[in-house]
C-alpha cells in the first residue's frame, strides 16, 4: 500500500526509538493502515477482500487449520506431555512440557514444525527475591539489573545453609564463575552439556542448535524454572489494550506460570555471555495462544507459510516463526476484537505484514512481556534489510494475489481451484495429520514405558530385581492423584506395566512349577487389551509353553478375529516400520487416541531374559544374537538386542503352527506357515524381518526341509549382517546334517 520505505517511515512517524516500549507507535501504525488502506483497490472493494478470506479460510479449514484439528493436535500434545512427566525415568529430577506451534496447533504437514520440548530441572530453585530462599536446595538469584540486557539474567548461586552469596573461593569453574564484581553466577553452557549427556532424552543424531539440543524433528531444551512472574514483564500486568487482550483474567493465569531460564544460543554481543540466561515466558505465550479465535490462528499460520516461502529461502532464520507470534500478539491487543473475523482474514493479514514491515524498517520486534528486549537485535543486516522490505511491499500491495504463489500444502494452487468452483476433497489432509498425531503419541507412550524399564533396571537384571522395580511403578501409578488428561495418560501407561509384571511372574512360575499362578493371570489380564495382539499374544505364548494348546489356540484366535489386515497397524518402538497406505486404518485415525490404540495398533511383542520361560525356544536364541565383535557395533538405541523381540503378525502364525503341531491339526498347521510365509514375503513392514526369517527356518527344519531352512538363515543374514541369532542357527543345522551323515 506504500509505494516505498520512505512513504512508511512518514506515515508512522519515522520513529526510531529503539528502547521505547512501542506501545503508542504500534497503535499509530495501525490507524495508518485502515486509514490509508482506504484509498487502495482492495478497501475500494470490500466484496472482493471478503469473497478472498472465506475462500482462504476455506482452504486453510481443508488442510487442517480448522477448530477440530486444532483441539486434536492440542489434546494429542497434552496428552503426551502428560505420559512422559508420568515415566519414573524423569519424575525425580525433571518436569517435562510441549511448547511451539505443535502443542499450539497452529502447525501444518507443509509447514512440519518441530516439537519443542523443555525440560525443567527440578534440583534447583530459582528466586527473584532474597526472601524466597529455602534451605537445603541449590538456590539461584535472578540478577536482572543494568548489567544484562532486557530478556535475560544473571544466576548468581547462594550457600544451601543460610541466604547469603556463596564464597568465591574453592569454585569448581566448570559450572559457575565470578563476575566483574565478585558474584558468583552459574554458566549457561552447563544445561547445554548436560542435555547431551542424558540418555534416552535425546537419541543418536544429536545436534547443538542454540540452547536447544535437536534430533530428528525434536528440538530438547533444558532449562531452570522461577516459579514467579519476571521483574522486566510485571508492567505489561498493568498495561491498558485497545481490544481488551488479554483479559485480567488472563493475565492473572499468566502472572501465575512459571517462566523458564535457558542458555543463550549463538552470539549475544555480551561481554558475560557464557552467564546470561534469556528469559523464556512460553507457558504463558502458549496460554495465549490456547485463547485466540480461528482467525487470528490462520493469521499466524499464513504469516509463517510467508516467511517460508518468500524470505527463508533467500535468509533462513532471519524472521522467525517466534516473531510472526510476537506480531501477531501485538496486532491483537492494539485492535477492537471485532475486526478478527473469517470475512476480514485478508484485512487482519495485511494488519500483521504491516506491522512486521514496520519491525524491519525500525530493526526492533519488541518482545510481547519484555518490550525492552528486541527480538530481532543483531538480526537484519544492511544487505538483508531491503530485500525483505520489498518482498512485504509486494505482498501488500498483491491484495491477496501473492498467496497464489505459497507452495507450502499447495495453499496457492487450492485457493485457485476454490475460486473456479473445483471441488477439493479436505478429508485425506485431516486424515493423515490424525495419522501423524496418533501413530507419534502411541510410539511416544512405548518409549516411555520402555525407558522407565530400561532407566530402572537393565534387560539383564535377576527377575527378583525387575519384579521389585515394576511393583514399586505400578504402586506409584496407582497412588498419583491425577483428572482429566493425566487420568487419560495413566489409563495409557500403567496396563503394559500390569503385563509385564504377570509376564515375569508367570516365567518364574513356569520355571518352579511348569504352572501359570493365578496371580501372574491376574496381572497379565490388567493389560491384555493395551492393543491389539502384542499383550494376547504374551498370554497365549505362556499357555504353549505350559502345553496347554487349547486355551491358547482360543487365544490365538480371538487375535486373529480382531487382526483386520486392512486397518491394522504394525508398531515397533526400536524399529522403524514405515506408513500404512491403506485407506482403512486413515479412516480410523479419527478415533479418540486411547481408543485407536487399542484396535488399530499391534505392537511387537518383546521377552526380557528374565521372562524367558514365557518364551518359545524356537525364540528365545533371540537373546543370545551379538557376540562379543557384534556388541562393539552397537549403540544404545540396539539395548533391545539382548531381548527376543518379534513382529505381532509373525509370531501370531509361528504360535498358530506350533500349536497346530501339537494338536495334530495338519492342515491348520499347513494354513498357518503358509500365511508365515507369506506375511515374510509380502509384508513390506516388518521391524524384524531376520526373526521372522530365523523363526521360519525353525519350522523348515521342523517339516525336514533343510535346504529350505538354511535359505531362510541366509536370506535372514543379508537383512542383518551382526547382531542375528542366524549364525547360531546355521551352525546347529550344520551339524546336525554332519552327525546325520
Not at 527378583?464 to 492423584?481: F, R, T
Request: overall charge neutral; charged content about 20%; hydrophobic content about 40%.
Amino acid at each position: 500500500m506504500y509505494s516505498n520505505c520512505k512513504d512508511v517511515k512518514r506515515h508512522c512517524g519515522g520513529i526510531n526509538d529503539k528502547t521505547n516500549n512501542n506501545i503508542y507507535y504500534v497503535r499509530h501504525c495501525i490507524q495508518r493502515v485502515f486509514t490509508y488502506g482506504k484509498n487502495t483497490r482492495m478497501f475500494q472493494a470490500p466484496d472482493y477482500t471478503e469473497a478472498v478470506s472465506l475462500k482462504l479460510s476455506e482452504v486453510l479449514a481443508d488442510i487442517g487449520v480448522n477448530t477440530r484439528m486444532i483441539l486434536k493436535r492440542r489434546r494429542s500434545m497434552l496428552l503426551l506431555e502428560s505420559m512422559i512427566n508420568m515415566s519414573s525415568s524423569f519424575c525425580n529430577m525433571l518436569q517435562h512440557y510441549i511448547m511451539g506451534s505443535q502443542v499450539e496447533g497452529t502447525t501444518t504437514l507443509g509447514l512440519n514444525s518441530d516439537i519443542d520440548r523443555v525440560f525443567r530441572l527440578k534440583m534447583h530453585r530459582v528466586i527473584q527475591d532474597w526472601s524466597d530462599w529455602q534451605p537445603g536446595v541449590i538456590n539461584l538469584l535472578m540478577i536482572q539489573d543494568h548489567s544484562v540486557s532486557p530478556g535475560y539474567c544473571r544466576l548468581q548461586v547462594l550457600r544451601c545453609d543460610a541466604p547469603l552469596p556463596l564464597p568465591e573461593c574453592g569454585i569448581p569453574t566448570f559450572f559457575w564463575r565470578t563476575d566483574r564484581i565478585g558474584r558468583v553466577c552459574f554458566r549457561n553452557s552447563f544445561l547445554s552439556m548436560l542435555i547431551l549427556d542424558l540418555n534416552g532424552v535425546v537419541q543418536h543424531g544429536v545436534v547443538q542448535h542454540g540452547p536447544a539440543c535437536t534430533s530428528e524433528d525434536v528440538d530438547v531444551v533444558l532449562a531452570f524454572t522461577c516459579t514467579t512472574w519476571p521483574l522486566q514483564a510485571r508492567q505489561w500486568l498493568h498495561q491498558q489494550s485497545v481490544g481488551q487482550w488479554p483479559t485480567d483474567e488472563i493475565k492473572q493465569y499468566c502472572c501465575s506460570s512459571d517462566c523458564f531460564l535457558v542458555g543463550v544460543g549463538g552470539q549475544h554481543g555480551s561481554e558475560n555471555e557464557d552467564l546470561e540466561w534469556r528469559i523464556s515466558t512460553c507457558l504463558a505465550e502458549r496460554c495465549l495462544m490456547y485463547n485466540l479465535n480461528i482467525t487470528q490462528i490462520r493469521c499466524y499460520v499464513l504469516m509463517k507459510m510467508i516467511t517460508k516461502t518468500f524470505i527463508d529461502p533467500l535468509f533462513n532464520d532471519v524472521i522467525s516463526s517466534y516473531m510472526c507470534k510476537t506480531v501477531l500478539f501485538h496486532c491483537i491487543e492494539n485492535t477492537q476484537s471485532i475486526i478478527w473475523q473469517e470475512r476480514n482474514l485478508i484485512v487482519c493479514l495485511s494488519l500483521c505484514i504491516h506491522y512486521l514491515y514496520t519491525n524491519i524498517l525500525n530493526e526492533n520486534c519488541p518482545h510481547f512481556f519484555i518490550p525492552g528486549n528486541n527480538l530481532m537485535r543483531g538480526k537484519i543486516t544492511p544487505e538483508v534489510k531491503p530485500v525483505i522490505l520489498d518482498i512485504l511491499q509486494h505482498i501488500i500491495n498483491s491484495n491477496g494475489v501473492a498467496l497464489l504463489g505459497i507452495k507450502c500444502d499447495d495453499l496457492g494452487s487450492r485457493l485457485q481451484l476454490k475460486f473456479n468452483n473445483i471441488l477439493i476433497c479436505p478429508f485425506r489432509t485431516c486424515e493423515d495429520i490424525s495419522k501423524k498425531l496418533l501413530k507419534y503419541v502411541t510410539g511416544v507412550a512405548l518409549h516411555v514405558y520402555e525407558g522407565s524399564l530400561y532407566f530402572g533396571s537393565h534387560y539383564n537384571r535377576e527377575p527378583i530385581q525387575v519384579l521389585n522395580m515394576l511393583k514399586q511403578i505400578i504402586s506409584d501409578l496407582v497412588s498419583l492423584q491425577c483428572h482429566g488428561l493425566d487420568k487419560t495418560a495413566r489409563n495409557i501407561v500403567a496396563p503394559k506395566f500390569c503385563t509385564k509384571l504377570g509376564s515375569v511372574l508367570a516365567s518364574f512360575d513356569i520355571q518352579q512349577y511348569n504352572t501359570i499362578s493365578a496371580e501372574a493371570l491376574k496381572w497379565i489380564s490388567l493389560g491384555l487389551n493395551t492393543d491389539v495382539a502384542s499383550s494376547k499374544l504374551k498370554l497365549a505364548s505362556m499357555l504353549y509353553c505350559t502345553g496347554q494348546f487349547r486355551r491358547a489356540e482360543i487365544v490365538l484366535c480371538d487375535i486373529e478375529r480382531h487382526y483386520d489386515l486392512k486397518t491394522v497397524e504394525p508398531l515397533c518402538s526400536n524399529v522403524y516400520v514405515g506408513d500404512t497406505r491403506a485407506q482403512a486404518f486413515n479412516a480410523e485415525c479419527d478415533l479418540q487416541i486411547e481408543e485407536a490404540m487399542k484396535c488399530i495398533f499391534a505392537n511387537c511383542v518383546q521377552f526380557w531374559p528374565c521372562e524367558v520361560y514365557c518364551c518359545p525356544k524356537e525364540l528365545r536364541q533371540e537373546m543370545f544374537r551379538s557376540t562379543e565383535e557384534d556388541k562393539a557395533f552397537r549403540t544404545i538405541d540396539d539395548m533391545w538386542m539382548d531381548t527376543a523381540e518379534v513382529d505381532s503378525l509373525t509370531f501370531l502364525y509361528f504360535l498358530q503352527y506350533k500349536i497346530y503341531s501339537h494338536l495334530n491339526k495338519q492342515e491348520d498347521k499347513r494354513v498357518a506357515l503358509s500365511k508365515l510365509t507369506r506375511t515374510i514375503e509380502q509384508e513390506p513392514r516388518l521391524a524384524h524381518e531376520e526373526t521372522a526369517l530365523n523363526l521360519l527356518g525353525q519350522c523348515m527344519e521342523q517339516e525336514h526341509r533343510p535346504i529350505n531352512a538354511l535359505q531362510c538363515y541366509s536370506l535372514s543374514l543379508n537383512v542383518r549382517r551382526r547382531n542375528n541369532a542366524a549364525k547360531i542357527h546355521i551352525c546347529r543345522l550344520l551339524s546336525t546334517f554332519v552327525h546325520s551323515r
